[in-house]
C-alpha cells in the first residue's frame, strides 16, 4: 500500500480525484453563488416595488402576460426533457438521452426567440432606456424597465450559458466519456438548467403578474 | 503512525531529490500545473509584484501630504493614485492573500491530501487573478480612475475617468475569490486524512473554511452591483440613477452587503495563522480550541449582518441604525475570544522568540487597537464625528495593514522554510519587524489623531494645523518601507543563499511538519496518519 503511494507520489500531478460526492457539493455551492448573484437583482427589485408600487403596476400591465406564460410553459417544458435525459442516460439509452438533449436545447431557443420578439416590439415602441418616450415616463416606471431588461437580460445570458453546456455535456455522453457509471457531468448540468429555470419562475410573476 | 514518527524524527537537513520544485521543469510546466503548492508560489509572485505596486502609489502620494498645499501634483492625480492603491492593495493583495498563497499551499498538507477537490479550477482561479491584474495594470495605462477604491455612484456614473477597466477587474477577480473558496470548502469536507475528525483540524483550515463561506457567499453581490453600475453608466440603464428616481443609498448596501464581509475574507485567514504561531512558538496546547474554531464560525456567520455600519451618516432609519450598531458590537465578541484564547495559550508557556513569534505577537497589539478602534466607529454617537475621517483610514490600516499583511508576512516566515527548505537569517529578521513595527505607528497614530482633530480622508490637501500629524505619518512611512524592504531582500537572498531547512525547524506538530522539506509533489510519501491532536505539545512545561 505504502510502495504503491511513494511510487505515485513521484509521478504526475494530481488532476482528477473521481470523487462524485465532491463533484455534487462543488456544483450545488456553484449553484448558491448564481442564487445570490440573482439576489442583488432581487434586492434591487424589492426596494423600487416598495418607492413606486403604482408605477410598476402600470410597467407591468405593458408586458404582454401571453407571451410571459408561454415562456414559462417552454422553460418547464425543457426542464422535464432535461431530467428525461439524465434519466435515460442512467438507462444506457444513450440514443434516447442524446435526443432529449437535443429536445431541451430546442426548446431553450424557442425561450430566446419569444423573447427577442418582445423586447423588439418594446424596442419598436422606443421604451429603451434614454429615449424620449421613456424619459416621458414616470420615473418608477423608468426603473420597472431598467430593471426589466437587466433582470431578464441576465437570465437570457444564464439561458444562453445553459445551452453550451448542454452542448458540452451531449459531446461528452456521445463520445461516450459521460457514462451510465459516470453521469456526474450530465448531471451538473442538469442542475444548472433547473436553476436557469427556477430563477425565471421567480422573474415570471414579478414582471408580468403584479399589473 | 510510526512511519510519520520516523519522518519526524529522521527530519536531517537532507533535501529530497525529488519535490514538488524540481518535480516538472520550464516555464509551461509552471503555466499549466494543477498542483496547488505551484499554484500558490504563482498567487504569491504576484501578490509580491502588486503589493510593491501598491506600495509605491501610497508612498508617492503620503509624499504630496508631507506638506499643506500643493508640493508635486495636484487633487486629480492624487485621487488616482489613491484609488489604484485602494485598488491593488484590496482586490490584487489582501483579498485573495493568505488563502490564496498558504491556504493553497497548506490547507491540503494540514489536513493529510495530497491536492484539493479541484485542481484544475484551482488553476483557472490563478488566472482569473492573473486576468484581473493584467485588467488593473491597463487601468493605469490608460490613465487611472478617480473613485475610489469603493466605486460610489452617482461619481463611478459621471467621473470621466475609466471606470469600466477596474469594474471588469474586480468582476473577475471576485470568481477567482469564489473558486478558491468554494475549492477549499469541498476539500475539507471531502479530502481530510482518515481519522481526522473536525475538531482534529488545525485551526487554520478552521479559519480558511469559515473564509470559504464568506466568499461563496458574498462575492457574487458585489459582482452583480458592478454590473448594475456598467449598465448604467455605458448602456443608460438607470438603478441607481436618482434624476430617474433611482436610490445611490441602494448602491451602497449592496457594495458593503460584500465588501464588509470581504474584511473578515482579509481578517479570518490571518487570525487562523496566527492560532498556528502561537502554540508553537509557546511549546503549549493551543487554550480553548473549540472556542477558537467556532469564533471563526461566528465571525463569518456575524460578519455578513453588519454592513450598515458603513453608511451611519447616509442615512438611514434609526432603528436600523441601532440593529447595525449593536451587531457590529456583537461581533467584536468572538473577535475578542480569539486574542484572549492566544494570551491564555502563552501564559506559562515555554515562550521561543524565533521571527514568526515576533511577527504573530506584533499582531496581536496593533489588531487590538484596529479591533478597538472600530468599536469607536460603530458606536453611533462617536461615528457622526469621525466619519470620513482620517481616523477611519487608521482604524482600517491597523486590521487589515497591522493585521492582515502583517500576518501574511508573519505566515511568510513560518512556513518559508518548509515551502523553499531555506532558511533565512533570523538577526536580519528581527531586525526588519522591529522597523517595521516603528515605521509602522508613526504612519498611523498619527492619523487617528488627526481624524479626531477634524482631518477628512481622501483629501489632496489640508489646513495648516494638520501639518505635524501629516509630516510625522509621511515620515513613518518611509520607516515602515525600509523595514519591509530589509525583510524582502532578507527572504529574497534565503531563496537562493539560505541554509537547507530542516523538516521541523520550529518544532511544529501539525500535519505540514511531518512530510519532506521541500514536500513531494504529492505531498506524503507515506500517507499520514489524521488521527492526531493538532497541537500536541505536554501540559506541563518541563524546567
Not at chain 1, 421613456?134 to 444564464?158: D, R, S
Not at chain 2, 489613491?82 to 490547507?107: D, K
Request: charged fraction near 10%; aromatic fraction near 14%.
Amino acid at each position: 500500500m505504502s510502495g504503491e503511494h511513494a511510487i505515485k507520489a513521484h509521478g504526475a500531478e494530481h488532476t482528477e480525484h473521481h470523487d462524485p460526492v465532491a463533484n455534487k457539493i462543488g456544483m450545488w455551492l456553484f449553484l448558491f453563488t448564481e442564487l445570490i448573484l440573482f439576489g442583488g437583482l432581487f434586492i434591487a427589485f424589492a426596494v423600487y416595488l416598495h418607492l413606486y408600487r403604482w408605477d410598476f403596476r402600470a410597467g407591468s400591465g405593458s408586458l404582454d402576460k401571453i407571451l410571459g406564460a408561454v415562456n414559462t410553459v417552454i422553460l418547464l417544458t425543457s426542464s422535464l426533457t432535461m431530467a428525461l435525459a439524465i434519466a435515460a442516460l442512467s438507462r444506457k439509452k444513450v440514443k434516447a438521452s442524446l435526443s432529449l438533449m437535443a429536445g431541451t436545447v430546442l426548446l431553450a431557443v424557442m425561450f430566446l426567440g419569444v423573447k427577442a420578439v418582445e423586447w423588439g416590439h418594446k424596442f419598436h415602441l422606443d421604451l429603451v432606456p434614454g429615449s424620449s418616450v421613456m424619459q416621458n415616463k414616470p420615473m418608477g416606471e423608468q426603473i420597472f424597465y431598467a430593471l426589466y431588461y437587466t433582470m431578464t437580460g441576465v437570465h437570457a445570458l444564464h439561458v444562453i450559458i445553459g445551452i453550451g453546456a448542454i452542448a458540452v455535456a451531449a459531446g461528452f455522453v456521445k463520445s461516450g466519456r459521460c457514462h451510465a457509471e459516470r453521469p456526474g457531468l450530465l448531471e451538473n448540468v442538469g442542475l444548472y438548467w433547473h436553476l436557469v429555470d427556477v430563477i425565471w419562475i421567480f422573474l415570471f410573476p414579478l414582471f408580468y403578474l403584479i399589473g | 503512525m510510526t512511519s510519520v514518527a520516523a519522518t519526524v524524527d529522521g527530519g536531517g537537513t537532507a533535501t529530497p531529490a525529488r519535490n514538488y520544485l524540481n518535480a516538472r521543469a520550464g516555464l509551461l510546466s509552471w503555466l499549466t500545473t494543477t498542483d496547488h503548492k505551484r499554484i500558490a508560489l504563482l498567487y504569491l509572485g504576484g501578490m509580491t509584484i502588486f503589493f510593491l505596486f501598491g506600495i509605491v502609489m501610497a508612498v508617492t502620494f503620503r509624499l504630496e501630504l508631507i506638506a499643506p498645499g500643493v508640493q508635486f501634483f495636484d487633487a486629480d492625480i492624487y485621487n488616482r493614485l489613491l484609488t489604484l492603491h485602494g485598488v491593488a492593495m484590496i482586490f490584487l493583495v489582501i483579498i485573495p492573500g493568505i488563502p490564496a498563497v498558504f491556504g493553497n499551499f497548506f490547507l491540503p498538507i494540514m489536513i493529510g491530501a495530497e491536492d484539493v477537490s479541484f485542481p484544475r479550477l484551482n488553476l483557472l482561479s490563478w488566472y482569473c487573478y492573473l486576468a484581473g491584474g493584467l485588467l488593473a495594470l491597463v487601468s493605469l495605462g490608460l490613465g487611472g480612475v478617480d473613485t475610489g477604491w469603493t466605486f460610489y455612484v452617482p461619481y463611478s456614473v459621471k467621473t470621466s475617468s475609466n471606470v469600466l477597466v477596474p469594474m471588469l477587474a474586480a468582476f473577475i477577480l471576485g470568481w477567482s475569490s469564489i473558486l478558491t473558496g468554494l475549492n477549499f470548502i469541498t476539500t475539507v469536507h471531502r479530502l481530510r486524512a482518515k481519522g481526522m475528525r473536525w475538531f482534529k483540524m488545525p485551526l487554520f483550515v478552521w479559519s480558511l473554511y469559515a473564509t470559504g463561506w464568506i466568499q461563496i457567499t458574498a462575492t457574487p453581490v458585489i459582482g452583480i452591483t458592478l454590473v448594475m453600475v456598467l449598465l448604467e453608466r455605458y448602456m443608460g440603464i438607470p438603478i441607481f440613477d436618482a434624476s430617474a428616481g433611482g436610490d445611490p443609498i441602494l448602491y451602497e448596501h449592496l457594495f458593503w452587503i460584500y465588501s464588509h464581509p470581504a474584511v473578515y475574507v482579509m481578517i479570518l485567514p490571518a487570525m487562523g495563522v496566527v492560532s498556528e504561531i502561537i502554540p508553537v512558538f509557546s511549546r503549549k496546547t493551543i487554550f480553548g480550541y473549540k472556542f477558537i474554531a467556532y469564533s471563526s464560525i461566528a465571525i463569518a456567520s456575524i460578519g455578513s449582518l453588519v454592513w450598515a455600519h458603513h453608511m451611519f451618516t447616509s442615512g438611514m432609519a434609526d432603528v436600523a441604525r441601532i440593529v447595525f450598531s449593536f451587531l457590529t458590537f456583537l461581533v467584536a465578541v468572538p473577535s475578542a475570544v480569539k486574542v484572549f484564547n492566544w494570551l491564555a495559550t502563552m501564559y506559562k508557556g515555554s515562550i521561543q522568540l524565533d521571527p514568526p513569534m515576533i511577527w504573530g505577537l506584533m499582531f496581536i497589539p496593533l489588531f487590538a487597537i484596529g479591533g478597538l478602534t472600530g468599536l469607536i466607529n460603530g458606536a453611533l454617537s462617536t461615528d457622526i464625528h469621525i466619519h470620513d475621517t482620517a481616523f477611519v483610514v487608521a482604524h482600517f490600516h491597523y486590521t487589515m495593514f497591522g493585521g492582515t499583511i502583517l500576518i501574511f508576512i508573519g505566515a511568510m516566515h513560518y512556513w518559508f522554510p518548509k515551502m523553499f527548505g531555506r532558511m533565512y537569517q533570523h538577526f536580519t529578521a528581527h531586525l526588519s519587524a522591529g522597523i517595521f513595527f516603528v515605521g509602522f505607528n508613526l504612519t498611523y497614530i498619527p492619523l487617528f489623531a488627526a481624524g479626531i482633530a477634524g482631518m477628512p480622508r481622501r483629501y489632496a490637501d489640508y489646513l495648516p494645523e494638520y501639518h505635524a500629524y501629516h509630516l510625522c505619518s509621511t515620515i513613518g512611512s518611509w520607516v515602515m518601507v525600509l523595514g519591509l524592504l530589509i525583510m524582502m531582500g532578507n527572504l529574497l537572498r534565503a531563496l537562493f543563499k539560505g541554509k537547507p531547512a530542516k523538516d521541523n525547524p520550529w518544532g511544529g506538530t501539525t500535519l505540514e511538519w511531518t512530510t519532506a522539506t521541500p514536500p513531494p509533489t504529492l505531498n506524503f510519501d507515506e500517507p499520514p496518519d489524521g488521527n492526531r491532536e493538532p497541537y500536541d505539545y505536554p501540559t506541563e512545561v518541563k524546567e
